[in-house]
């Protein structure tokens, strides 16, 4: 009788602090939950997958700078894939098995994928080296980076236990849920706005900003490796 | 967009991070404050106020509660529940472990002052054989445990509290069977 309302307690007091999303952690409130958690929890591990994915400036920054220049939706599609099979890929086998690596190296990591594809959508690879490495490969190598991240923050507050793989998929397929919920809005916007001319116009300078924002974020986790955690 | 062009972009983008990672994030996460920004926006406080609560804080107890130290050993018989209380005020702080030797229905909750009927607020609760942990009260009022014993032998519980308490109150009762209660407490 009282799992499931404990269950919506979790939820509502997760949505509570949903905007706590600086750290971007799985927030105080479930991770004190989840370290007692000895059992199957589906629909909540999807929850907290797909929380983490729409709160998660981050990978949404991410998601911008990848679909900004598509607008075939089997190459958005494509690319979607490929991004979301390289971070089930490493988010799975890292929590499998229990990958220990440094959270603030892999978040600094996510902040320069933002920034490699600012500067491909800028097309500097060509116009400053002659090169045009494929863009497929690189979304899935971020994608391995952005699941390692997701293993790292998950792995810090839930451990191996009854319904553990359960867990694990019910939260990678979360990160997905999550992950359409973001693009949507992104997609349409870019839809209507490449119909207008400022959208040729600006592209530079959206891109400059999505690189600007990747070095701001690589930065911020390069300063929380080297001077302990931010803690304002 | 041309090689002076993505050049000057990446070093826009370079300067903007390093610009917002100077001013403001060095300030108001670290309290380190090389441009005086942190001070001028008055970020630098935060930093390193932060920085100190990271090593530790001081709660204060208030002025009406004295800081007191109780252990106390409650039998239960079967059926039998306990509620034991203290009298806190906003902000007191209580450190608190209790062991029974077996599991018991407990819940650990709150009542404001003035509060109507048997209005209380639930703070912890569950089926455990003991429990421990700090508790801050949030509003003054009377906040303790409630034990109840589910099974049909004698149950001891023994609680030790330190911390800024007044006024304990132990009240005892008895249910007749174990369903009249209900399972959520």
Redesign the interface.
């Known amino acids: ?2 799992r499931p ?1 404990l269950s919506i307690v979790v939820l509502l007091c997760a949505l509570c602090v949903a905007s706590d999303a600086s750290a971007h952690n799985v927030s105080e409130t479930s991770a004190g939950y989840l370290a007692g958690l000895n059992e199957a929890a589906f629909p909540l591990f999807m929850y907290l997958g797909a929380k983490h994915m729409v709160t998660g400036v981050d990978h949404v920054l991410y998601l911008f700078a990848v679909v900004f220049l598509l607008y075939v939706p089997r190459d958005v599609l494509r690319l979607v894939t490929l991004f979301a099979l390289g971070h089930s890929l490493t988010l799975i086998s890292g929590m499998l098995f229990n990958w220990q690596v440094n959270a603030s190296a892999v978040d600094a990591l996510i902040g320069l994928s933002i ?1 490699y594809k ?2 491909e959508n ?3 690879w060509r ?2 080296f002659g090169l045009t490495p494929p863009v497929g490969i690189a979304v899935f190598a971020f994608g391995l980076c952005h699941g390692l991240g997701l293993a790292t923050k998950l792995g810090a507050v839930y451990e191996r236990g009854e319904g553990f793989v359960v867990n694990l998929i019910g939260f990678n397929v979360g990160v997905e849920v999550g992950q359409l919920i973001a693009l949507m809005p992104l997609l349409l916007l870019l839809a209507w706005w490449r119909q207008r001319a400022g959208f040729a116009r600006y592209s ?1 300078a959206v ?10 974020f ?3 986790h390069a ?1 929380g490796a080297v ?1 302990g955690p ?3 | ?3 002076t ?3 000057a ?2 070093g ?3 300067a ?3 610009l ?2 100077v001013s403001v ?2 300030p ?3 309290g380190i404050d090389p441009l005086g920004t942190g001070r001028l926006l008055g ?1 630098s406080e ?2 390193a106020r ?2 100190q ?2 090593l530790g804080r001081v709660v204060s107890g208030s002025a009406d509660n004295r800081h007191q130290e109780e252990r106390v050993r409650f039998e239960l018989a079967p059926f039998e529940s306990v509620e034991h209380s203290y009298r806190m005020m906003a902000g007191d702080v209580l450190v608190f472990s209790w062991q029974a030797d077996a599991e018991v229905v407990f819940n650990l909750h709150a009542v404001p002052d003035g509060a109507p009927g048997d209005y209380a607020v639930g703070i912890r609760d569950g089926r455990e054989p003991g429990d421990a942990g700090a508790y801050r009260a949030r509003f003054n009022g009377r906040h303790g445990w409630f034990w109840e014993n589910r099974t049909e032998r004698v149950l001891s519980i023994e609680l030790v509290v330190a911390g800024f308490v007044s006024e304990p109150l132990t009240e005892s009762a008895s249910f007749s069977q174990p369903g009249t209660l209900k ?2 407490l």
């Not at chain 1, 891109?207 to 701001?216: D, E, K, P, Q, Y």
């Open positions: 009788m009282r309302t920034v600012g500067f800028l097309n500097g116009t400053l530079g891109n400059t900003v999505l690189m600007g924002a990747g070095f701001a690589a930065g911020y300063l001077l931010a803690v304002a | 967009m041309s090689r062009g993505i050049i972009a990446i826009c983008a370079l903007l991070a390093v917002l990672l994030v060095l108001a996460e670290y970020l935060l930093g932060a920085q609560d990271d399972d959520a």
